[in-house]
């Protein structure tokens, strides 16, 4: 992507020790990593890195301990699930800065890589404290920052190191970067963007934001009840803002404004019971029931919207259109998302999604691998779908 150095840019390396940031944030079971996902995404740019004589120093945080040491919250715990999957030993060192640290890389060889202990034992990690963020850059020569995932936060392993060591995007966020510029940064119109969940209230800045950047929004989830109570649709027993109804009536009229269609479900499916497999109906929106809730987005509707998708050249997803953890309530979201991935297969569009939510949702409809590009970033990604900048990527611009 033009404007960040990636590895291509890094020059020799050989003897060079870099810092890495990763993301190691993993769950864990029974003193295991249960899911070694991110360390998987951190590959590439390890591996490069090691094959071509660089000492390896990888960088993280895991967990919550604000500031002091814990060891139920150290990287040592996750050292086996980074080996088993680099096919090679890796060594812990027991500190990130001072002397802990520089002690332990002295012993390393060109090739070696190696753990550094949680960043965030230190206070100043989370304050971006410049005297923290120069004992980091201490410890190596170049930094490489492969962790899109904590680049919505200025800390010290995220920022102030950029601004102290030749900074380069990892291959990891070299892919993320490049997947965001083409979904909304220059993407191909029409766009459209899916947009789902249960509260308005928490996506309100992303709304705004997208509103002025597609052709079409696709609103689903508990948050379309809310837009539709704003166009006068009694919703029942249905999760709905009433509070923010002025808010959706701005967005209708943002959107008007900056020629974007938001397109809301017409049939719904409902029940009485918001549990596995109840007794539903499929019903239009101007017929839910006093006592019935809106759990789903119904067929007539998923049907009009894989339409719109057949006419739209990119895509941008955030969030379930219906209740999809609970049977039957995933059939819309299973559905459309099944749609954007044959319509991706056969090259007509660039599909982009990210949020926890949205990557089980995506998984459960045996699609994720056929998106363009599926982020696992879930904080950063909704801050970029809100247009807000991000500090650990603006420090590696060129």
Known sequence: MTGFRTLDDIGDVT????????????????????????????MPTIRELSD??????????????????????????????????????VMFIPDCIDEGAKAGVAVLAPGDVAVL????????????????????????DLYVNDAFSAAHRAHGSTEGIARR?????????????????????N???????????????????????????????????????????ARGVDVGKSLCEHDLVDTANAIFDSADAAGCTIHLPYDVVVAKQFQPNPPTRTVNVHEVAADEMILDVGPAAVEALADVLKNCRTLVWNGPLGAFETPPFDAATVALARTAAALTAEGSLVSVAGGGDTVAALNHAGVARDFTFVSTAGGAFLEWMEGKPLPGVDALKA
């Open 15 to 42: 003897g060079k020790k870099v810092l890495v940031r990763v993301d190691l944030n993993v769950p864990m079971f029974d003193g295991s990593v249960a899911d070694d996902t991110r360390i998987r995404a951190a």
């Open 52 to 89: 071509k004589g660089a000492i390896v120093l990888l960088l993280a945080h895991f967990g919550r301990p604000k500031g002091a040491k814990n060891p139920t919250q150290s990287l040592s715990l996750v050292i086996d699930g980074v080996a088993d999957v680099l096919g090679h030993s």
């Open 117 to 140: 202990e949680n960043t965030r034992f230190h206070p100043g990690e989370e304050k971006n404290d410049p005297a923290f963020a120069d004992a980091l850059a201490e410890v190596g």
């Open 165 to 185: 060591l030749p900074a380069f995007a990892g291959r990891a966020m070299e892919a993320e970067l490049k997947a965001l510029d083409a979904a909304l940064g």
């Open 187 to 229: 993407p191909a119109h029409p766009v459209a963007a899916v947009v789902g969940g249960a509260k308005v209230s928490s996506k309100i800045d992303v709304l705004r934001n997208l509103v002025g950047k597609v052709d079409h929004l696709i609103i689903g989830g508990g948050m379309a009840n809310t837009f539709l109570a």
